[in-house]
DNA sequence: TCAAGCATAAATGTATACAAAACGAGCTGC
DNA sequence: GCAGCTCGTTTTGTATACATTTATGCTTGA
């Protein structure tokens, strides 16, 4: 028997952005993470409701979903302020992701990957291996990378089909790009390392060993998390300012 | 230089629930984790409306915010829906909060207890103590044990000094308790071995030894996502009807 | 009989008006 | 000079009216 009052299957349309709150919360999102807002600014309803065209109801929806992504603060009766990351929110955010990622590995080890996601994997390992052979790197070819190496991991995440993993991991990824200061190595040899990481990786999914690939993966993401650190103790400028942990330091 | 656009440092008034919107959601959320709804059931907006006596703004205010906590979904035009949780999700929020605990574990170790933390755990552990004295346990004690349980973790949370891990372990401890058939074992050994489980833990983060309390802390949480499988395999009545992964068998 | 389409009802999405709270300037009194 | 108050402005919170979409049942036609 079916009941009329359960959840359909998925969305009507395969149209993105079907109501205007969709919209203002994709377009806000994108205005965030380009930057296009100091950190800790208050956000005005009625100013982004004239910047974008709609009144204030759908603004107030897409300020809401992204408080819940943890873009925004808010305060009640005050509004919303662009939320703050110190370096060592990044840095733990990296902690986080590689956890979380190590479970994805796991559990995509664990299923198996599909067909689709293995083809999806084999082609960024290539293209990360073409990538490898140039001579320079240009800092137009750094969004190159991160593209292949988004394919790389995002494919791990839909191996592990699981929504749960999907969600959680959106709300650590989406700090460390949200910050300017996310600067990782870029030195080629950082590169091949990582790209090698990819390799043994995907070879310990592929043989179903689940503990292996978690371990792979976790370091693998950590390892970037250490890069990080490592930047910025060279660069003394960065300096925690919360007036911190020895959390940097000791690791 | 203070900036009067930047974010106040913390709420007006100490009082909580300061607009009908966040009252809403604490009393919808409230309900969805009662088991007031059923799984799936759809949540008419005029309905809840005429129910708590408020118009549908903050209403639908309250629905953004618990579709941001992963209570709800939401279909645009189509209203919102009581998310449902299958066996293997609650198994999978146990794997990523054993994860997240872990972080935080290492991190209060790396940080240090404050002192309050400290007086916190050791109530906690002695209240334990005094509850493992006990004859018989009763459903009631049931509670009782699981506020022991829940102030030693909370403690350990608030020593990570971290947010970010805050806001993720929400995301996947609300899941576990909003199903019924969240029932782990309740035999006085398991709860003995749990008890023990806090000292140890406790233990590692005095003495600062940040990996040992982490690797403890997981084992620890994982425990309990496998005394619910074993549960759950007893009583192949709630074999996973989603037709899954091979997971719940294979670990 | 059944499928397609239209009409109607009901629910969600959006705009707007109004209420309440917070902020800031200026005044007052000491 | 300055603390504290008042009052007006600004901004957020709430209610409500209207628009749009979806669901449903009926009619129609083959």
Same mark, same amino acid.
């Given at each position: 028997?079916? #009941?009329?009052?359960?959840?359909?299957?998925?969305?009507?349309?395969?149209?993105?952005?079907?109501? /205007?709150? &969709?919209?203002?919360?994709?377009?806000?999102? $994108?205005?965030? +993470?380009?930057?296009?807002?100091?950190? $800790?600014?208050?956000?005005?309803? !009625?100013?982004?409701?004239?910047?974008?065209?709609?009144?204030?109801?759908?603004?107030?929806?897409?300020?809401?979903? +992204?408080?819940?992504?943890?873009?925004?603060?808010? =305060?009640? #009766? /005050?509004?919303?302020? =662009?939320?703050?990351?110190?370096?060592?929110?990044?840095? *733990?955010?990296?902690?986080?992701?590689?956890?979380?990622?190590?479970?994805?590995?796991?559990?995509?080890?664990?299923?198996?990957?599909?067909?689709?996601?293995?083809?999806?994997?084999?082609?960024?390992?290539?293209?990360?291996?073409?990538?490898?052979? @140039?001579?320079?790197?240009?800092?137009?070819? /750094?969004?190159?990378?991160?593209?292949? #190496?988004? &394919?790389?991991?995002? &494919?791990?995440? &839909?191996?592990?089909?699981?929504?749960?993993? %999907?969600? !959680? +991991?959106?709300?650590?990824? *989406?700090?460390?790009?949200?910050?300017? @200061? #996310?600067? =990782?190595?870029?030195?080629?040899?950082? =590169?091949? %390392?990582?790209?090698?990481?990819?390799? @043994?990786?995907?070879?310990?999914?592929?043989? @179903?060993?689940?503990?292996?690939?978690?371990?792979?993966?976790?370091?693998?993401?950590?390892?970037?998390?250490?890069?990080?650190?490592?930047?910025?103790?060279?660069?003394?400028?960065? %300096?925690?300012?919360? $007036?911190?942990?020895?959390?940097?330091?000791?690791?």
């Amino acid at each position: 028997m079916v #009941n009329s009052r359960m959840k359909p299957d998925s969305a009507p349309k395969s149209s993105e952005l079907a109501t /205007r709150s &969709a919209s203002t919360t994709a377009a806000l999102r $994108g205005a965030i +993470l380009a930057g296009e807002f100091a950190p $800790g600014e208050r956000i005005y309803e !009625q100013g982004l409701s004239e910047r974008l065209k709609v009144s204030r109801t759908p603004i107030r929806e897409a300020l809401k979903s +992204l408080a819940g992504e943890g873009l925004l603060d808010h =305060v009640p #009766n /005050r509004g919303y302020y =662009v939320r703050e990351y110190s370096v060592d929110d990044i840095v *733990q955010a990296y902690e986080i992701r590689a956890a979380l990622e190590g479970l994805a590995a796991r559990r995509a080890a664990q299923i198996g990957l599909a067909a689709e996601q293995r083809a999806t994997i084999e082609k960024a390992l290539h293209d990360g291996e073409a990538f490898l052979e @140039r001579i320079e790197f240009s800092s137009a070819d /750094r969004v190159l990378y991160g593209e292949i #190496n988004s &394919a790389f991991h995002s &494919a791990i995440l &839909a191996g592990s089909q699981s929504r749960m993993l %999907r969600d !959680q +991991l959106r709300l650590s990824q *989406q700090i460390a790009p949200s910050s300017h @200061r #996310n600067i =990782v190595a870029f030195e080629r040899r950082d =590169v091949r %390392r990582r790209h090698d990481d990819h390799y @043994r990786i995907y070879e310990a999914i592929l043989c @179903r060993d689940a503990a292996r690939a978690e371990l792979l993966m976790r370091d693998h993401v950590e390892s970037v998390k250490i890069a990080l650190i490592r930047s910025i103790s060279h660069r003394p400028v960065f %300096r925690d300012e919360a $007036g911190g942990h020895p959390i940097l330091e000791s690791e």
